[in-house]
């Protein structure tokens, strides 16, 4: 089973008694202080037992007034679309706070994240299927007027020929050197700047906007998807490329596993994590069988494949005082799945699985 994750102490309830005003509120009572603990994560955490003897995991979202609001509707609307559905499960959604940016939800009991199962090789084809068939269940959704009512892009556009003095200030030398790599290649600038398949011509469904394996968690029976605030109307081959993307990743990251061969070792390593994305594409056509009929679907989600490994790329470089090998080669790879999404998607493993 893979390790547990990190656990820390939480801001002191003292300090933020809106948390326990929220739980007692909703009939819980406060939390017991002997039980309380956090996570890491970019927000706030409490999980615990409470005075009623339920557990309770209570997040306060940060970031600008209005996009918390906006968050915590999506949140709370989403808990009741998913009620029913026996593919797309979730923790339940007790209570949310605008005005403090609290969600309470239903704490899940010895759940590791997705993330961790695939680090420990524990993240099984049977889960990846549970995915597949938990995406289908939410893009076969209707959107709710709530949510189509001034929603914006799942993957808004990349202004890539000039950043500002600003972003420019702000950067780290790492980040500057990926701006620099994509300045320099006007093909893959153009690919990043228009969505996958042009705007408006497929049709839109909920993705969920920010799919990554840590937004999984596991019992061994049970796969939960989690953290909805970024959920919108959208191209669903945004959330499949995104699932493949996260395994074609560590499919590169690998490459240092094998210190004669590393590229070779990339290699072997990413054809036995394929596997994962074969049995999630079947999985989800099966239980979506009208994705069958978007004739270009695997060629888009190719195509998001190279936003999500450019967006990883990103995400590690903000913190970087350079650009690492790896790192290059994740954007090498992005770079092809981008430029030829037609010939590259069998690859991935998005053909028929026999």
Do not use: C
């Amino acid at each position: 089973m893979a390790s547990k994750p990190t656990t820390f102490d939480p801001i002191p309830l003292e300090d933020v008694p809106e948390v326990t005003a929220l739980l007692e509120r909703n009939g819980f009572g406060g939390f017991v202080e002997d039980t309380l603990t956090s996570y890491l994560g970019r927000n706030d955490i409490w999980a615990g037992e409470t005075e009623s003897g339920r557990g309770v995991f209570v997040k306060r979202l940060n970031g600008p007034a209005e996009d918390v609001r906006a968050r915590l509707e999506r949140i709370a609307l989403v808990d009741g679309l998913t009620a029913d559905s026996p593919d797309l499960v979730g923790p339940r959604v007790h209570a949310v706070d605008t005005e403090h940016g609290l969600a309470a939800f239903e704490l899940l009991e010895d759940v590791v994240n997705g993330a961790d199962l695939a680090r420990d090789d524990l993240f099984t084809e049977e889960m990846s299927e549970q995915a597949g068939r938990a995406l289908a269940a939410l893009h076969s959704l209707e959107v709710p007027e709530e949510l189509s009512a001034g929603a914006r892009p799942a993957d808004p556009p990349r202004t890539l020929d000039s950043i500002d003095l600003e972003t420019y200030a702000a950067a780290s030398a790492g980040e500057l050197d990926l701006w620099r790599l994509l300045h320099d290649d006007g093909e893959v600038a153009s690919a990043l700047a228009v969505p996958p398949g042009g705007a408006g011509r497929h049709r839109t469904g909920l993705v969920h906007g920010d799919l990554r394996l840590d937004q999984f968690l596991s019992d061994g029976d049970v796969l939960y998807l989690t953290d909805w605030e970024e959920i919108r109307p959208g191209d669903p081959a945004s959330d499949i490329g995104a699932f493949a993307g996260e395994w074609l990743h560590r499919g590169v990251m690998a490459m240092t596993s094998s210190p004669e061969d590393p590229i070779s070792g990339g290699a072997r390593r990413f054809e036995l994590l394929r596997s994962n994305i074969e049995a999630f594409w079947a999985a989800y056509l099966e239980a979506r069988p009208e994705a069958r009929g978007d004739i270009d679907l695997a060629v888009r989600a190719t195509a998001y494949v190279g936003h999500h490994l450019f967006n990883r790329v990103l995400a590690a470089a903000q913190h970087a005082a350079y650009l690492t090998p790896l790192n290059k080669a994740a954007a090498g790879v992005g770079r092809r799945a981008l430029l030829n999404p037609q010939g590259y998607a069998p690859a991935i493993g998005f053909g028929e699985r026999v």
